[in-house]
């Protein structure tokens, strides 16, 4: 979705405020890593938008790719990504717009671009664009109104166009700190017939040299309080940090005060002076993270209309999205028949984590396994919260609904039922619980219990033969070798999970799908070796223990259907 429609849609909400925030390519891969973190945690208090810089010169166009795709798709924000004149032809413009077209990006934020390094002055290449204008003027003219283009804007003028008498030519920069050139900025604008939407750039003081640095190479004014406030701190850096702070939210609340409903945030990679300034204008709240969907959709423009999926990936939500990237059309509404479109096979991207990931799961999971008991005490622990990692998921820790059933969780675990994946059953609660809550407020949410573990054949046995005896049970059960056990067919789909809103047809975001859950044990036993096995040493006792399991053990799916009074833990008492 383009950016302005967004602040369109939501300024016809009365007092509805938008905020986003901006990010630049780090210099090293775990920098990467440590910044793709961040960003999903930020993501999760539902940002307008995000953006990521194009580096001086074109430096970092690959990674800026890389990122904007990522960001896109797999964080799941509505992306903008910078692109500059600096050092770039019209061909390699061209590459960068084709390739985030094709990744179902729609936002550019065009830009002429600092100079590159070591340069004092921008100079225009040959076959290349002067300004940013032609820039704009080109993606019109190819690419039509597919894109929605940004452009900067200047309260305290370009810097190449202030002397050093600091005057300045008439050309109305995105950095400032005093709110009343930007509102005169503004008006201004309005002046003249700009009716487009003006976002402010606040950026939060971190540290006083780093804010001395980039003042002086934007050319900002610094009020004169500002510097008052500053000197006598300048070498604390938690005072300047929390100073910085205070003045964003003040700048802020009087940007807000004047009539602006949008605020935009350059990070500068950070996150605890963004998300501070936020929580004090009442913007976020950090125990209250509002879900349109029980899972995080991408913003990709492909998949817009998405909103139904397998239960299955619910902890691996980058597997699933790598997996059906290549859809030419995705579910909404209803499930359908998910025989048609094909899941991508199985490669090593869904097996890669990042560093800092690995070594939580050596350091957690990585110990001498003597028996299946050991590994009964693994499951057990990660559900009662005493590990953050799990190899059967990309998320961090247990999710708030794990923990309404997480004492219960650990002792099936206990018994040889070793869980990957739950829900517990809800009648009807509030859709903004904080805990189970998703799709806004003034609806109601509803799930059917589900449990998805990994147990032995005596023990499927003695399950199926409880589960003869509960009618509101149904189960599915595979092995490696696809050896399929079960209660219900296997085109029936389940919906576990629905909502009902205002004014609004029903959603059921969440099915259990028997198409489905053949392709996902592929993965889940695969797990096994790759996500865990792998991290001991060749020839190690534990590892073969771990294969050993991966190859005798059943991945079963277990569906309470009654949600009003079932107990779905009932069937595992005796065992």
Known sequence: ????????????????????????????????????????????????????????????????????????????????????????????????????????????????????????????????????????????????????????????????????????????????????????????????????????????????????????????????????????????????????????????????????????????????????????????????????????????????????????????????????IGWDLYPHGRWGDSRNPSYGALTDYQFMRPRARDKKLVEEWVVPLRSVEDIHEKFKKFCLGKLRSSPWSELDGLQPETKIINELLGKINTKGFLTINSQPAVNGERSDSTSVGWGGPGGYVYQKAYLEFFCSKEKLDALVEKCKALPSLTYMAVNKDGRWISNIGQIDVNAVTWGVFPAREIIQPTVVDPASFMVWKDEAFEIWSRGWARLYPEGDSSRKLLEEVQNSYFLVSLVDNDYIQGDVFAVFADF
């Not at 005169?184 to 487009?196: A, N």
């Not at 701190?233 to 003040?250: C, F, M, P, Q, R």
């Open 1 to 324: 979705m383009k950016v302005i429609e967004k602040i369109q849609e939501a300024l016809l909400e009365e007092k509805k405020v938008l905020f986003s925030f901006e990010f630049f390519p780090p210099k090293t891969e775990d920098g990467v890593e440590n910044l793709l973190e961040r960003m999903e945690r930020m993501v999760a208090h539902n940002p307008a938008f995000c953006d990521i810089t194009w580096g001086a010169g074109g430096s970092t166009a690959d990674l800026t790719l890389d990122i904007a795709n990522k960001m896109q798709n797999i964080i799941c924000v509505e992306s903008m990504m910078h692109l500059t004149c600096t050092n770039m032809p019209v061909d390699k413009i061209d590459h960068a717009l084709q390739t985030i077209k094709s990744n179902g990006l729609q936002n550019v934020l065009a830009l002429r671009g600092d100079p590159p390094h070591g340069q004092d002055k921008f100079v225009q290449i040959q076959g290349g664009f002067a300004c940013a204008l032609d820039l704009v003027t080109h993606i019109r003219a190819k690419y039509g109104d597919y894109f929605g283009v940004t452009v900067a804007g200047y309260p305290e003028a370009h810097p190449d166009a202030i002397g050093t008498d600091g005057l300045a030519s008439p050309k109305p920069i995105k950095l400032f700190y005093d709110t009343d050139v930007f509102l005169k900025f503004v008006h201004d604008c309005r002046q003249i017939g700009i009716t487009c939407p003006i976002v402010p750039g606040i950026m939060p003081i971190n540290n006083y040299k780093g804010f001395i640095r980039m003042t002086g190479f934007c050319k900002t004014k610094i009020p004169a309080e500002v510097t008052a406030a500053l000197e006598p701190i300048k070498d604390n850096e938690e005072a300047v940090k929390s100073y910085g702070i205070h003045l964003g939210t003040e700048m802020c609340k009087k940007i807000l005060a004047h009539g602006i409903r949008t605020l935009h945030l350059y990070t500068l990679n950070m996150e605890k002076s963004a998300l501070a300034i936020l929580m004090n204008l009442g913007l976020i709240e950090e125990t209250k993270i509002s879900r349109p969907l029980p899972w995080r959709r991408p913003a990709n423009v492909f998949r817009v209309k998405e909103d139904v999926r397998p239960i299955f990936w619910a902890n691996r939500p980058k597997s699933y999205i790598s997996r059906t």
